[in-house]
């Protein structure tokens, strides 16, 4: 028998009340049936979260900046041998709680739309092509390609969904057909055409009038119809019950729940499918489409082993958890995720040339900008100011300098711009680790800037870091700036004062190793911007506005300091292209380097249309074709 057959099967012997019940994220046992107590919420955004110590891969953003699909498979691969085997432990127990079953809420594949939004970090960036791309790399490495499904992938925020967070319970997107299908649905499409995702997750806010969570035009039109999608769809957490709450497009929680059923949402996270059962006494529902429903979800469970004792993934040992194997592929993808966006030829850096090196800035020691959000938790975590520490053999000097965002904020009754002063002053270079941490960033009820709900008001560093960096660049010393975000920080200043300036996106546990090894030369850096950096807060359009007129590097206007796909190297290279498809590329000296080849079209506006990670040693040429 199939896995359908068999969920038909199943669910055939099943209750009205019953059927409904499993349509519960936390779906309850039925044990007349020998089915266990299931909880369908797991996240693993760049790790398995929320389980415990697990591996902490970098942010899903850094992630996308090392343009490197075949390495980003591997770590998704890692991820779900770490996933399989908490499973295989925690189903001892004899069910599974949340965060502890298979059905994982990843990856997050909106458009980085606007850079203000708090959770774009989350996201691959700006570009539909790199964002699926990247996408298809991670679900298949979830996934896997046995007999059994390995996870369940769910590709989400499904759809037109980016900000702003405060508003998303009741938020309107109206969009044009043009942006739609070339912006903010490409991504979807394209997972769904080359990975076949196993699950999908319904926003929040409306499109066009429409809740993403029982839109007829976004579901059954596009998903199911024109996308060919034979998945199940799961509903946002609370997003159904925000139909007559928040988007007022029903009365009640019955009409909610009908609304949403009828229109394919088979599975909710939250509590409004507890009214299906006065949905289907008042006629709104059938029992047909709740069968329906429940089928899909048996379907997946039987398809990743659950009912069955030949899952080839039973075996995945609970010690591949941060095992040194793990370690080692988190601090390659830390590496290729660093981005170089200026350098004056003082990186990498001369040991024997310093003797004191001063690390300043509230980000130099920070546990919280090397996990971002959606994380687990690492056993073993590497800050940038430690290391730096283990790398370099001479002196170094630490100073916070300030807070990160508190302009009112001492240490201990004292002044920490002047603590950062006296510690510049006594070293020989100079290394700033500023910028954002995810608790300045985030989603709804998780970041600082209360009245906008984790966006961000706008893209500069927040004061007390401006002004400690005025301090220490009115000493003159060399200067290496980094800067550690999950988004867009104007850096105009930092690209006019510093010597080198670096962005290093939330960087996982390996963060600071990976830092220290790109800075002393251990490694060539060979990131790319996943997205457009402005120079400032008047280049962006209105926050709320979902055009895409005037935003990412498709469609900007104007000049930015730093553009999308931007990113320098420690080797000499040089691209030589010989016709539309195939192009050599020459290291001329400096170091070897992996280096990500884009490939663009130009008209009628920029797009970026593949690429490719290569690695190019000191005097080779190396020929790639597209």
Same mark, same amino acid.
Request: charged share 25%.
């Given at each position: 028998?199939?896995?359908?057959?068999?969920?038909?099967?199943?669910?055939?012997?099943?209750?009205?009340?019953?059927?409904?019940?499993?349509?519960?994220?936390?779906?309850?046992?039925?044990?007349?049936?020998?089915?266990?107590?299931?909880?369908?919420?797991?996240?693993?955004?760049?790790?398995?979260?929320?389980?415990?110590?697990?591996?902490?891969?970098?942010?899903?953003?850094?992630?996308?900046?090392?343009?490197?699909?075949?390495?980003?498979?591997?770590?998704?691969?890692?991820?779900?041998?770490?996933?399989?085997?908490?499973?295989?432990?925690?189903?001892?127990?004899?069910?599974?709680?949340?965060?502890?079953? =298979?059905?994982?809420?990843?990856?997050?594949?909106?458009?980085?739309?606007?850079?203000?939004?708090?959770?774009?970090?989350?996201?691959?960036?700006?570009?539909?092509? !790199?964002?699926?791309?990247?996408?298809?790399?991670?679900?298949?490495?979830?996934?896997?390609?046995?007999?059994?499904?390995?996870?369940?992938?769910?590709?989400?925020?499904?759809?037109?969904?980016?900000?702003?967070?405060?508003?998303?319970?009741?938020?309107?997107?109206?969009?044009?057909?043009?942006?739609?299908?070339?912006?903010?649905?490409?991504?979807?499409?394209?997972?769904?055409?080359?990975?076949?995702?196993?699950?999908?997750?319904?926003?929040?806010?409306?499109?066009?009038?429409?809740?993403?969570?029982?839109?007829?035009?976004?579901?059954?039109?596009?998903?199911?119809?024109?996308?060919?999608?034979?998945?199940?769809?799961?509903?946002?957490?609370?997003?159904?019950?925000?139909?007559?709450?928040?988007?007022?497009?029903?009365?009640?929680?019955?009409?909610?729940?009908?609304?949403?059923?009828?229109?394919?949402?088979?599975?909710?996270?939250?509590?409004?499918?507890?009214?299906?059962?006065?949905?289907?006494?008042?006629?709104?529902?059938?029992?047909?489409?709740?069968?329906?429903?429940?089928?899909?979800?048996?379907?997946?469970?039987?398809?990743?082993?659950?009912? /069955?004792?030949?899952?080839?993934?039973?075996?995945?040992?609970?010690?591949?958890?941060?095992? /040194?194997?793990?370690?080692? !592929?988190?601090?390659?993808?830390?590496?290729?995720?660093?981005?170089?966006?200026?350098?004056?030829?003082?990186?990498?850096?001369?040991?024997?040339?310093?003797?004191?090196?001063?690390?300043?800035?509230?980000?130099?020691?920070?546990?919280?900008? !090397?996990?971002?959000?959606?994380?687990?938790?690492?056993?073993?975590?590497?800050?940038?100011?430690?290391?730096?520490?283990?790398?370099?053999?001479?002196?170094?000097?630490?100073?916070?300098?300030?807070?990160?965002?508190?302009?009112?904020?001492?240490?201990?009754?004292?002044?920490?711009?002047?603590?950062?002063?006296?510690?510049?002053?006594?070293?020989?270079?100079?290394?700033?680790?500023?910028?954002?941490?995810?608790?300045?960033?985030?989603?709804?009820?998780?970041?600082?800037?209360?009245?906008?709900?984790?966006?961000?008001?706008?893209?500069?560093?927040?004061?007390?870091?401006?002004? =400690?960096?005025?301090?220490?660049?009115?000493?003159?010393?060399?200067?290496?700036?980094?800067?550690?975000?999950?988004?867009?920080?104007?850096?105009?200043?930092?690209?006019?004062?510093?010597?080198?300036?670096?962005?290093?996106?939330?960087?996982?546990?390996?963060?600071?190793?990976?830092?220290?090894?790109?800075?002393?030369?251990?490694?060539?850096?060979?990131?790319?911007?996943?997205?457009?950096?402005?120079?400032?807060?008047?280049?962006?359009?209105?926050?709320? /506005?979902?055009?895409?007129?005037?935003?990412?590097?498709?469609?900007?206007?104007?000049?930015?300091?730093?553009?999308?796909?931007?990113?320098?190297?420690?080797?000499?290279?040089?691209?030589?292209?010989?016709?539309?498809?195939?192009?050599?590329?020459?290291?001329?000296?400096?170091?070897?380097?992996?280096?990500?080849?884009?490939?663009?079209?130009?008209?009628?506006?920029?797009?970026?249309? /593949?690429?490719?990670?290569?690695?190019?040693?000191?005097?080779?040429?190396?020929?790639?074709?597209?």
């Amino acid at each position: 028998m199939t896995f359908l057959e068999r969920a038909k099967n199943l669910v055939s012997k099943m209750t009205i009340e019953e059927k409904i019940a499993q349509m519960r994220y936390d779906a309850p046992a039925i044990e007349r049936l020998g089915v266990p107590a299931y909880n369908w919420w797991n996240e693993c955004l760049h790790g398995v979260a929320r389980q415990g110590s697990a591996t902490v891969f970098p942010q899903a953003i850094a992630m996308a900046s090392s343009f490197n699909t075949e390495l980003m498979n591997k770590v998704a691969t890692a991820i779900s041998d770490e996933a399989r085997a908490k499973y295989n432990e925690f189903k001892k127990f004899g069910s599974t709680e949340q965060y502890q079953g =298979l059905t994982y809420w990843s990856p997050n594949i909106n458009i980085f739309r606007d850079p203000r939004w708090g959770r774009g970090h989350e996201t691959y960036g700006e570009d539909p092509l !790199l964002t699926g791309k990247m996408g298809v790399a991670f679900i298949k490495g979830l996934q896997g390609e046995g007999k059994y499904r390995k996870l369940d992938a769910t590709i989400k925020h499904y759809a037109v969904h980016s900000g702003p967070e405060y508003e998303r319970h009741s938020f309107d997107a109206i969009v044009s057909k043009e942006d739609l299908y070339e912006t903010y649905l490409s991504a979807f499409k394209y997972c769904i055409d080359n990975a076949k995702p196993s699950a999908v997750m319904g926003a929040y806010n409306r499109v066009n009038g429409e809740v993403c969570c029982g839109s007829k035009t976004l579901l059954q039109d596009i998903l199911f119809g024109e996308f060919g999608f034979d998945g199940y769809v799961v509903s946002d957490c609370g997003a159904i019950r925000d139909f007559h709450t928040g988007h007022k497009v029903t009365t009640c929680e019955a009409e909610s729940a009908a609304l949403a059923l009828n229109n394919g949402c088979h599975l909710n996270c939250g509590e409004a499918y507890l009214s299906l059962y006065e949905a289907y006494e008042m006629d709104l529902i059938t029992e047909e489409a709740i069968t329906e429903a429940v089928e899909k979800l048996f379907e997946a469970r039987f398809r990743l082993g659950m009912f /069955d004792d030949d899952c080839e993934y039973d075996s995945i040992p609970f010690e591949v958890v941060e095992c /040194d194997e793990h370690r080692q !592929l988190n601090l390659k993808m830390a590496e290729e995720s660093i981005v170089l966006l200026k350098n004056n030829g003082i990186l990498p850096l001369d040991k024997s040339k310093y003797k004191t090196i001063a690390v300043i800035g509230p980000n130099s020691d920070r546990f919280s900008v !090397l996990i971002g959000n959606y994380n687990g938790n690492p056993s073993k975590y590497i800050t940038p100011l430690r290391g730096i520490q283990e790398e370099f053999d001479g002196k170094v000097i630490f100073s916070s300098g300030c807070h990160p965002s508190n302009v009112d904020s001492c240490m201990w009754g004292g002044h920490p711009i002047r603590e950062g002063i006296i510690a510049a002053s006594k070293a020989d270079l100079v290394i700033m680790c500023m910028g954002l941490n995810p608790g300045m960033e985030g989603e709804e009820g998780d970041a600082y800037n209360g009245d906008v709900a984790g966006d961000k008001k706008d893209i500069e560093l927040p004061e007390p870091q401006r002004m =400690l960096f005025d301090e220490i660049m009115k000493l003159g010393k060399p200067t290496v700036f980094v800067n550690i975000s999950g988004s867009c920080v104007s850096l105009t200043q930092q690209d006019e004062s510093c010597d080198a300036v670096i962005q290093c996106f939330y960087g996982g546990a390996e963060c600071g190793h990976a830092l220290a090894n790109v800075l002393f030369g251990k490694a060539s850096p060979s990131g790319r911007l996943p997205v457009t950096f402005y120079r400032s807060t008047e280049d962006l359009p209105p926050f709320r /506005d979902y055009s895409m007129e005037n935003r990412t590097y498709k469609f900007f206007k104007g000049k930015p300091l730093y553009p999308f796909g931007y990113g320098l190297t420690y080797g000499q290279i040089e691209e030589k292209w010989l016709s539309e498809n195939e192009v050599e590329i020459s290291n001329k000296g400096g170091m070897d380097t992996s280096y990500s080849v884009l490939k663009f079209k130009t008209e009628p506006h920029p797009e970026l249309l /593949d690429f490719k990670k290569v690695f190019v040693r000191v005097g080779e040429t190396i020929r790639v074709e597209f």
